[in-house]
């Protein structure tokens, strides 16, 4: 007997939607500025389908100009959907020209929904005697489950997929059969498509009225069984009852029909697919497209469990083809128009030592600018030791001077270097030239002269984007560069150190990254100039390196009795806390849990109405509803304190310790130009900028950050209000300038205005209320956002707001500016040029294209006050060094500094970083900078 053939069929929009919601916190913008991320998503999806199900049929169904049946029954059917996001809009026509080129059917019927099209096919494939798989995460289509129709739940953020037969169906809706669950849906109704069911009935209510009554009819039919205000409710809605399954009804008659010849995978039109890929820059789905199609893939994937996977056993591992019915003849090329190592001609040359070393170094040191590129035993800069160095001054060439595992003779042969990485005349370029200077500090060695970051020169040029050197190879070279693993193998246990790898190849391997540099550092040039970031790159970004390179490699000392005593006391807060939310709760429970969090305040504690759920029907526990709630529930309150000691202990107070450098005994933190697209450092590996400041805990982790000994103090300097002092600059506006030039509370000052009082008498709430504002201004508050910050109502919020721009009228005429300038041009500026590009500016969905208008106002300020204080660093730096100081810059955290100063050194240091930060940039309002001074960084603060 044959075996029964499957059909899979891709509901598209639940897929789409899905993948571009998986990027949203990093969306995927390709060169071009195109956010691929829905793109991505969905065939991330369809391509793991295809790996791990091997489907004999499949096809894609696609929206239409919405449901004309169910409009005309109910015209708000889905009317509270939000516009569709550009993304998806834009990526919709790409993503039906690949399944064109793929060859996998697109079937889309106006006015007819995806779900009645899969339902419709899958009722007349089912007839035929096939499995139907339906291929979507929306419970809907439980509704349609037979014995050969199932639902498919793709994998997500690390769950498997799910198969949902008639047990599952019985079991997650807890009825007796598949289609009850357009009764169930009836009754409690769907938010997402405004369907409005019967109010009061939520889903304990309708799966009890199913166990009872079997159906929406019965239930309607039989409603003097039902109490009080429930019976009330339900004969009222009667009709509205009625509407609402007829609403989650899928139908399963529309005008398409079946023909399994049309639906058989067959060969992709392969070259058409990969061109598609190579335009959106998707490299890994082009590797993955040619390894899936040419049965390259391994089956581990498949879920043994599944239906799909049952019937599948005997072929999954069939060899090539097995998607195409077991031909193994016919083959996938690759069309990588991509170069790579192998097919480019290059001259990489290993250098001798000798005579050829010499010969070497002569001709090095006649070249203007030269790329060059450490190999070294690790990633940690403060660890790694050199095996190699490469250098490149002309595309296709190259040279590898290797070293020996010997720190004797290692030091020998880079001392013969010194004359060129020391030379002030000849520019040396790199692809995050930080490592490298790190590295070869520790053999003395200090990189002067002009550099060339080809990292930060492409965060400039196009900070949205990721900016390792393989993608700017791929994108702007068209070359694919030799990844490591293929010499040193995967990460984990068994990868080899790059001394174990052969010459030949870590000459070949080293030449080519410092080549392919070398090249990127020629394009980027005049792309810096059209984007007019020349300056900043030149003046900020690149003197900035060596900043932060001497203060990571400096460091930062720790009292590492103190933490442990930290933990201590850590551990007794939060088993009081503990002990009060199972009191409050009546029960112990895993607070940890969102889940059994979520039961025991909505569930059993009952805290509100109507809770709000996540996408995967669970009760939101999140930080902004839990806030909301902590007001009014002890619990909750004790909930929120909880997680935050819990997060501090485990992140800060026992994560510390063990981040402290053998070598140095201190804590090494790795600043990062290239993340924030307002300019901002990031801090990394800790990150020490995130330490909580607002708790009494939070600040004391801050104490444990002590000097280097006796003889050094810390001292914190802290810009003052800085990023309201740009915005009264960038502004004009007179009164707040005044009020920063006359030295006024400017929170006190601001209060005086709006409220109209005179200053003396504004309350400590008012000054409270205008510090709000002033910094809610700068991120776009709304009346909604303010009343939740403040005591205030929404509507005394907005009369605040609207006085607030009546007393500064030229502030909103500011932000007026940057959004209509960030319409025409695409993008704002900070005050040195630095640009924030704005894709999602023009765009039709209002939340989207409000964001952007925010970003439009708060990008120039908050990045303007990165470029003041990245000023005040250089020339901070430049003045420790030139006047022979021992102190050093530790630490930037936002808008401050951190110093060791030497004690004799004190007064003279304080001066001089005052005037360095107050002076950084000159605006028409004065910059003030406070400082502090301690044994810890906490009573330097």
Not at 83 to 112: D, F, N, R, W
Not at 161 to 177: A, D, H, S, T
Not at 555 to 565: A, E, Q, R, S, V
Request: net charge negative; aromatic share 8%.
């Amino acid at each position: 007997m044959a075996a029964q053939k499957r059909l899979f069929l891709v509901d598209a929009y639940a897929l789409i939607f899905r993948g571009y919601y998986a990027f949203i916190k990093n969306p995927r913008i390709n060169s071009k500025g195109f956010d691929t991320s829905a793109i991505m998503g969905f065939m991330n999806s369809l391509f793991d389908v295809i790996r791990r199900e091997k489907p004999d049929h499949l096809a894609v169904c696609f929206d239409k100009e919405g449901s004309e049946v169910r409009t005309e029954l109910f015209s708000d059917y889905k009317a509270n959907r939000d516009a569709t996001p550009e993304p998806i809009m834009q990526g919709i026509p790409y993503i039906q020209s690949i399944l064109k080129a793929m060859h996998i059917p697109v079937v889309e019927l106006p006015g007819c929904e995806a779900d009645d099209i899969i339902g419709t096919l899958a009722k007349q494939a089912e007839k035929e005697n096939y499995q139907v798989y339906m291929v979507t995460p929306d419970k809907d289509f439980a509704q349609l489950v037979s014995e050969n129709i199932f639902m498919y739940r793709p994998a997500r953020m690390g769950n498997g997929i799910e198969i949902w037969g008639i047990p599952e169906v019985q079991k997650k809706f807890e009825v007796e059969r598949p289609e009850q669950v357009i009764d169930f849906l009836g009754m409690m109704g769907d938010a997402v498509d405004n369907i409005p069911g019967l109010p009061g009935v939520g889903e304990k209510t309708a799966k009890k009225f199913l166990k009872q009554f079997g159906s929406m009819e019965e239930l309607l039919a039989n409603t003097d069984q039902l109490k009080g205000k429930m019976r009330e409710k339900v004969e009222t809605n009667a009709e509205q009852g009625i509407l609402s399954k007829k609403l989650a009804r899928i139908i399963i008659d529309c005008d398409v029909k079946f023909h399994a010849e049309d639906y058989e995978l067959s060969m992709p039109d392969s070259e058409k697919v990969q061109e598609l890929f190579d335009e959106l820059e998707f490299r890994r789905l082009k590797d993955q497209f040619i390894k899936l199609f040419n049965g390259e893939e391994d089956n581990q994937t498949q879920v043994s469990n599944s239906p799909s996977a049952k019937k599948n056993e005997q072929t999954a591992g069939a060899g090539q083809f097995s998607l195409f019915g077991g031909d193994s003849s016919e083959k996938i090329e690759s069309t990588n128009s991509r170069k790579t190592l192998k097919d480019t001609p290059h001259v990489y040359q290993k250098v001798d030592t000798g005579l050829g070393l010499r010969l070497f170094i002569q001709k090095l040191m006649k070249q203007k600018s030269v790329c060059f590129d450490t190999e070294t035993t690790s990633l940690n800069p403060l660890e790694a030791q050199l095996v190699g160095i490469a250098f490149s001054w002309e595309g296709g060439k190259g040279y590898y001077l290797p070293f020996e595992d010997n720190i004797e003779k290692t030091q020998q042969l880079i001392e013969l270097l010194r004359p060129f990485f020391e030379s002030p005349e000849i520019e040396k370029i790199g692809q995050n030239l930080k490592y490298d200077i790190k590295v070869l500090d520790k053999y003395g060695i200090k990189v002067e002269g002009p550099t060339f970051d080809t990292m930060i020169a492409h965060y400039l040029i196009n900070p949205d984007m990721r900016h390792n050197m393989d993608i700017l190879a791929e994108t702007y070279l068209n070359y694919t560069p030799q990844p490591i693993s293929e010499l040193i193998g995967k990460k984990g246990k068994n990868q080899k150190s790059m001394r174990d790898v052969p010459l030949a190849e870590q000459t070949e391997y080293a030449a080519e990254d410092a080549d392919i540099t070398f090249q990127l550092k020629e394009f980027f040039e005049k792309e810096l100039d059209e984007a007019k970031t020349r300056k900043l790159f030149n003046e900020i970004e690149m003197p900035l390196v060596e900043v932060l390179a001497d203060m990571e490699i400096e460091g930062i000392n720790l009292d590492l009795d103190f933490l442990k005593k930290l933990s201590e006391a850590l551990d007794r807060d939060i088993k009081e806390l503990e002990a009060k939310i199972y009191e409050a709760a009546g029960e112990e429970f895993k607070i940890s849990s969102p889940k059994q969090l979520g039961i025991i305040l909505f569930e059993k504690l009952a805290l509100v109405k109507k809770p709000k759920k996540t996408k995967t029907g669970q009760y939101s526990t999140s930080e902004d509803v839990l806030s909301y709630l902590a007001p009014e529930h002890e619990i909750v309150q004790h909930v929120l304190d909880y997680r935050g000691l819990v997060k501090l202990q485990n992140t800060y107070v026992d994560a510390l310790p063990g981040q402290v450098e053998k070598s140095s005994g201190r804590v090494h933190t790795d600043y990062v130009q290239t993340i924030a697209a307002t300019g901002r450092l990031s801090s990394n590996n800790p990150n020490l900028q995130n330490i909580p400041i607002r708790t009494e805990r939070g600040r004391q982790v801050r104490k444990a950050f002590i000097p280097r000994s006796d003889d050094y103090v810390l001292l914190a300097a802290d810009y003052s209000q800085i990023e309201l002092r740009i915005i009264a600059a960038l502004s004009e506006e007179e009164t707040m300038i005044k009020a920063f030039k006359d030295g006024e509370d400017i929170h006190a000052s601001t209060a005086s205005q709006v409220f109209n009082v005179p200053l003396e008498e504004v309350t400590r709430e008012q000054r409270s209320n205008a510090k709000t504002v002033n910094f809610g201004i700068i991120y776009g508050v709304s009346a909604f956002g303010l009343s939740n910050q403040t005591s205030l109502s929404r509507s005394e919020s907005k009369e605040l707001i609207d006085t607030y721009y009546k007393t500064y009228p030229k502030l909103s005429n500011y932000i007026a500016d940057q959004v209509a300038y960030a319409r025409e041009h695409g993008y704002v500026s900070t005050i040195l040029g630095r640009r924030r590009y704005l894709k999602d500016i023009n765009s039709q969905n209002a939340v989207v294209r409000g964001a952007a208008e925010r970003n439009a106002v708060n990008a120039p300020i908050q990045g303007s006050a990165a470029d003041i204080i990245k000023i005040a660093m250089i020339n901070i730096h430049k003045k420790l060094g030139e006047e022979k100081l021992q102190t050093k810059m530790l630490l930037q955290v936002h808008d401050e500094l951190v110093f060791d100063v030497y004690k004799p050194e004190l007064d003279q240091v304080k001066k001089l970083i005052k005037s360095e930060m107050e002076n950084a940039y000159q605006l028409n309002v004065p910059l003030d900078v406070d400082l502090g001074v301690g044994q810890d960084w906490l009573e330097a603060h």
